[in-house]
């Protein structure tokens, strides 16, 4: 475990007293056991240690803490189900933990406006699994579905398998209930489909990554679920043969639901973990690509042409998985890599995003810069939005090597910049990436960006450290 904490701010006898007169003795936690799994979340081993969590079940709860922490200047990190990739949820600078867990209700699934209003602490697959069960969609799918929550979803602007045509959350909310640094809280939005008063704060907020405003609620597009679906899997003798299809793809007008590129490794560890045997073990990468549409015609027209067009990009071949329980295992697996690939060794996950085009590209570059510093990668993500998610791995480097190390992932990082791509395409900065953060954008874009930080959190208490730093 590597330590982050870059300051400690205790909370003296008073100060927690004030807190727990908030949210109850019960829900203020203090001792050390306790404490413990909120330092952490899913970033490498990374960790960083509170002085205490704060559990609100109301916006009012969270008002106050606000209130209290500006008052006297206590640090803030808000959490939700801490499978965050960039570190954003670890308390670097001490102070306190606010953790959104116990605001977990979904309070209205409304048929007519096709809107879910729901709390910050709700787990995403629960949202999923209730709206689909009204026979609607909510397609932002985080492959840590299973764990996530809306919160940090809104907060890191997540991305899933599904944005390759449903697009990621910000496109799916309609408004946000927050809270201020100050403790003032917010209403940005509603059930309203068009509303062009006034600055767009839903959407400046959405992927602020806690560093402006708690979010507490959320109102939530939905749309009706797509009555068929079906997956074909192809797999491809190199990596780059199968990045190169995916452009294909798109150049013959077909807009698959998801669209996914996982290398070898990635696919050998993920079966292996599942226990089930690899198909196609020589492919050196596959294509997992959905289609939807209305009906099973619909679908197999799409399917029928996919399949032609991955051959001709030079698939070794295209295997169609139509009923649920087939697609349901190919999901189950690909959703299960981002857990197994841990087990190739200690690596840093690069979340790098570029066009779709300069997909080919980059996997090119990865692998050249990686060998160059004899670094082992381990690649996959969500193609069909050019976002590529590179393990890097440190196993087998001698002492002194982390600075070759931090060289290749930089190098690796400037290479995406390069192409037109970013440093992040959806696990945020946090601070995995605030290192990187001028290589994406230019002095006056991150001044702008330091302005509005410092217009809504002037005290500088929200998630010290991130993003920004
Ligand atoms: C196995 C695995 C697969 C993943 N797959 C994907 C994927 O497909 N797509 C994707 O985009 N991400 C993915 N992730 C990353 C992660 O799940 C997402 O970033 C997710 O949105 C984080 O949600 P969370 O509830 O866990 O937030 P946390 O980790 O608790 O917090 C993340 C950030 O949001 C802030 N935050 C949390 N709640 C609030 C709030 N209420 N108000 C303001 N700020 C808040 C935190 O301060 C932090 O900066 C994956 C992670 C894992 C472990």
Request: overall charge negative; glycine content about 10%; some cysteine.
């Amino acid at each position: 475990m590597r330590d982050l904490t870059e300051a400690r701010r205790p909370l003296s006898p008073e100060e927690l007293a004030a807190l727990a007169a908030v949210v109850g003795e019960a829900h203020l936690l203090v001792a050390r056991d306790d404490l413990e799994p909120y330092g952490r979340d899913w970033t490498e081993d990374f960790r960083a240690e509170p002085a205490a969590v704060a559990r609100p079940r109301t916006t009012s709860e969270v008002s106050s803490l606000l209130k209290l922490c500006s008052e006297r200047r206590i640090p803030v990190t808000p959490q939700a189900g801490r499978t965050g990739l960039s570190g954003g949820a670890l308390p670097i600078r001490g102070g306190l933990v606010l953790s959104l867990e116990r605001m977990s209700s979904i309070l209205e699934i409304d048929e007519a406006n096709l809107v879910a209003v729901a709390e910050a602490g709700v787990v995403t697959q629960e949202l999923h699994e209730a709206v689909e069960a009204r026979g609607l969609y909510y397609p932002p799918d985080p492959a840590s579905r299973a764990s996530c929550r809306l919160g940090g979803n809104v907060a890191e602007n997540a991305g899933g398998p599904h944005a390759t045509k449903y697009g990621v959350t910000s496109k799916w909310v309609m408004g946000l209930e927050a809270v201020l640094a100050s403790g003032e809280v917010l209403l940005t939005g509603g059930k309203t489909r068009k509303d062009v008063a006034g600055y767009d704060l839903t959407s400046l907020l959405v992927g602020s990554e806690g560093t402006l405003a708690v979010v507490t609620k959320a109102w939530l597009r939905l749309i009706p679920k797509p009555g068929a679906a079906a997956v074909v899997v192809a797999p491809f003798a190199t990596l780059e043969e199968a990045a190169a299809a995916v452009a294909a793809i798109s150049r013959a007008g077909l807009v698959p639901a998801a669209l996914e590129i996982v290398d070898r490794p990635c696919v050998d560890v993920s079966f292996r973990k599942k226990g089930l045997p690899v198909p196609f073990p020589e492919a050196e990468a596959r294509l997992l690509v959905e289609l939807d549409g209305a009906d099973d015609a619909e679908v197999e027209r799409d399917v029928t042409r996919c399949g032609e067009v991955l051959l001709e990009a030079g698939a070794l071949d295209a295997v169609l998985a139509t009923d649920e329980a087939k697609r349901r295992e190919l999901w189950e697996v690909r959703r299960g890599i981002g857990e197994a690939v841990r087990e190739l060794g200690s690596s840093s996950e690069l979340d790098l995003a570029v066009p779709r085009t300069e997909l080919a590209p980059l996997v090119r570059g990865v692998r050249r810069i990686a060998a160059e510093a004899g670094l082992a990668t381990a690649c996959f993500g969500h193609a069909g939005d050019g976002n590529l998610h590179v393990h890097v791995y440190r196993e087998g480097r001698g002492e002194g090597d982390e600075a070759r190390f931090e060289e290749a992932t930089r190098a690796i990082y400037a290479e995406a910049c390069r192409l037109g791509g970013t440093v992040t395409g959806e696990h945020g900065v946090g601070v995995a990436a605030r290192g990187v953060l001028a290589l994406r954008h230019s002095p006056a874009v991150l001044a702008a960006m330091r302005a509005v930080k410092a217009a809504l959190d002037p005290l500088g208490i929200l998630n010290p450290g991130k993003a920004l730093a």
